[in-house]
Each structure stands twice: as structure tokens, then as C-alpha cells.
């Protein structure tokens, strides 16, 4: 996004995937000229529609790294694009700050060692005594929770991300079809993808954002490429109980890696993404709430009003998301079983530089 506009329109690129990550890729290489078309045929239903758009940054536990590297780079591009993206959907931000909290005393000693050695993270320990863990312990019916605070991490609706997103699309002209690539061959130094309705694209780069798909057209022989599904589930609990608001509380928070978002007075959503499967596990209500031991009546299974799952990728033997060229004009974008959406703006940089040995 930062970089000048370059005349790119005669080059043709080809994104296989359409979920945050594939359209923010469209988005950057777009906005340098390149015509571009994004092929998926579930995009309704590919797993950033059921992701719930926590940023996790500066709470992230680690000073050093790729994925360090790649948080930064997203900490400070997410501001640009927000206002970017803004004029298609004003109401579009990052809602801070976001709260982790633990019952484990010894997780809890951690957390206090990483504020304490991070002092440039603007993170905070959440006193006991604090409003948000006493509305948290009145309505769940906990007594030991304790935690932080980052006044720089938050959420932003990943619905309403995808939506305005496709707003931008749709204002570029940029084509999406929903046709599944079943092959994709190199040919006079162009790229020959074939859909399962036998129609084929010519483009001279393509995308790879496809998750778990990928490996399908990526040939294994050449690549060693390994990714494993990671399955996240999410329910939404209904109640109608006059003494109980969850907008008193904070709007949202983690508690010992379970994560809730209330939605209004009546509604809050609890979600994972823990389960290494492509089969939701049947019993998610107590994997999701095993973290509170004597539960209020509100909270049982009779209370769920909806429930949902999507599966991400994660690299095997490699540093996730996996970011590579792969061959000329061939360059993988997947393995985000967490991060997608955080780390969407820094992949999308990345994805801009690289595409320059490509194409030049």
C-alpha cells in the first residue's frame, strides 16, 4: 500500500481463495494496477466467515521471530488500511482494548514476568478488585480470575470486514468466480488453470490462498510442503434473564485461551480453535466451558441458539503461515490457523514485494 503505483495493468494475476486473506492480497495488488481475478467456489462458507477477528499483537508472548516480525509489520499497516477501507464502510474499526485472563495461578505469574519485561507494550495487570473481572465473576460464577489488559490489541467484526472488502471489489471491477481450480499447469511461461467446469484462466502469476486446498495443485514431488487442519467451533448462548447483561461486560475477553464476545444484553459467543480435525467434536459445550467449574443456570446446553465451525491450515515443520515462491509466477500464501486476519495486512506487504520477481 505504501509503495508508488506502478503500470502493472497488462499483468494478469489469479488468487485461488477468497477469505480475508486472499481478498486483501487482491486489495494490495489491485491498488498497484494488476488485473485480478479470485476463484473460490465456497465463499460463503470458507473459514474467515467463521473466524471471531480477535488481533492479538502486543499480548503476543514472544520479542523475536518471523511471527514477531509479522505482527509488527501488521501493527502498523492496520491503521492505514482501516482508513483506507473506511471509505467504503465507515463504520469499519479496530474496537480496543482486549482483556486475557487465567485461573491458573502459574500462567497468571507469567503473564505478570511478560509485562514486566515488555514495558513498551502498553500492557497492564487487571486488578482482582477491577470492574470487568467483578462483572465477569457475578455472571459466570468464578472467583479466581486474574489477568491483563492490552490497550493496543482488540477486534474487528470479521463479517463486516469480509463485507466491505467485497464493497471494494466490487467498486474495482475485479472478478470473482465460484469455480473450484482443479489443476493448474505451467505453459510458454504462463500460468493455465483449469476449472472443475473445464473453462481455463491464463494469468501470469498465481496466488495460492486456499488453505488446506493448496496442496491439491502444488506439486509434492518438487515441494515438500505439509499442512494440517485446525478446527475452531464457536456457540452462541441465548438467554432471557432480567438480572443478567452481558453488555456489562467487557466486550471482549479470553479466559484460559476460551474466547467471548457478547453480542448484546441477551447474547454472548464462546469460541475456540483447538481441535486438530476436520470434524467438529460433538461435545463442544463442555470443551467450551470447561473452564468454569460450578456453572450458572444460564449457562447450559439448552441455551444454545447457534453454532458454527470453520478449518484453517497449519504449516507441519515450518514457521506458520507459510509465505514461499514456489515456482515462476507460483507463490503460496496459507497456513493462517490463527492469525489470518491480524496478520493480513503484513502478508499482503509481503505478497507486493514479492511479486516484483515475477513479473519483471
Given at each position: 500500500m505504501e509503495r508508488s503505483k506502478k503500470n502493472y495493468e497488462k499483468s494478469h494475476i489469479l488468487?485461488?481463495?477468497?477469505?480475508?486473506?486472499?481478498?486483501?492480497?487482491?486489495?494490495?495488488?489491485?491498488?498497484?494496477?494488476?488485473?485480478?481475478t479470485i476463484a473460490d467456489p465456497h465463499e460463503s462458507k470458507n473459514s474467515s466467515t467463521a473466524a471471531l477477528g480477535l488481533l492479538i499483537s502486543h499480548m503476543y508472548q514472544k520479542s523475536k521471530g518471523r511471527s514477531w516480525e509479522l505482527r509488527k509489520k501488521s501493527n502498523e499497516l492496520w491503521p492505514k488500511w482501516i482508513k483506507f477501507l473506511q471509505q467504503?464502510?465507515?463504520d469499519l474499526n479496530i474496537n480496543k482494548p482486549l482483556i486475557q485472563l487465567t485461573t491458573d495461578e502459574s500462567k497468571y505469574e507469567k503473564l505478570i514476568k511478560f509485562i514486566s519485561d515488555n514495558p513498551n507494550r502498553d500492557l497492564q495487570v487487571l486488578e482482582k478488585d477491577s470492574t470487568a473481572i467483578k462483572n465477569i465473576n457475578k455472571i459466570f460464577n468464578i472467583n479466581n480470575l486474574k489477568g491483563i489488559i492490552s490497550y493496543q490489541d482488540g477486534r474487528i467484526d470479521p463479517i463486516s470486514l469480509l463485507?466491505?472488502?467485497?464493497?471494494?471489489?466490487?467498486n474495482k471491477n475485479i472478478n470473482c468466480i465460484n469455480e473450484e481450480i482443479i489443476k493448474i499447469k505451467n505453459f510458454n511461461n504462463q500460468w493455465i488453470s483449469t476449472c472443475s467446469n473445464r473453462f481455463e484462466i491464463k494469468s501470469d502469476v498465481i496466488i495460492l490462498c486456499n488453505s488446506l486446498d493448496a496442496i491439491k495443485l502444488i506439486d509434492?514431488?518438487?515441494?515438500?510442503?505439509?499442512?494440517?487442519?485446525?478446527?475452531?467451533q464457536a456457540i452462541e448462548i441465548s438467554i432471557n434473564e432480567k438480572e443478567?447483561?452481558?453488555?456489562?461486560?467487557?466486550?471482549?475477553?479470553s479466559i484460559n485461551s476460551k474466547n467471548f464476545l457478547p453480542k448484546d444484553k441477551n447474547k454472548i459467543i464462546i469460541g475456540s480453535s483447538d481441535e486438530y480435525d476436520t470434524e467438529p467434536i460433538e461435545n463442544i459445550f463442555e470443551e467450551l466451558t470447561d473452564i468454569i467449574k460450578n456453572k450458572p443456570p444460564w449457562l447450559n446446553r439448552n441455551n444454545i441458539t447457534n453454532k458454527w465451525f470453520g478449518i484453517r491450515s497449519r504449516p507441519q515443520d515450518e514457521p506458520s503461515p507459510i509465505l514461499k515462491s514456489l515456482d515462476k509466477g507460483?507463490?503460496?500464501?496459507?497456513?493462517?490457523?490463527?492469525?489470518?486476519?491480524?496478520?493480513?495486512?503484513?502478508?499482503?506487504?509481503?505478497?507486493?514485494?514479492e511479486i516484483e520477481k515475477h513479473i519483471l
Open positions: 488468487i485461488i481463495g477468497s477469505g480475508i486473506i486472499g481478498k486483501f492480497n487482491a486489495l494490495e495488488l489491485s491498488e498497484q494496477g494488476f488485473k485480478i467504503y464502510n465507515k463485507k466491505t472488502l467485497n464493497i471494494y471489489l466490487k509434492l514431488n518438487s515441494h515438500n510442503i505439509k499442512l494440517k487442519p485446525v478446527l475452531g443478567i447483561n452481558f453488555l456489562s461486560l467487557p466486550k471482549h475477553f507460483l507463490i503460496l500464501c496459507s497456513g493462517f490457523y490463527k492469525n489470518g486476519i491480524l496478520l493480513a495486512p503484513a502478508c499482503s506487504n509481503w505478497i507486493s514485494n
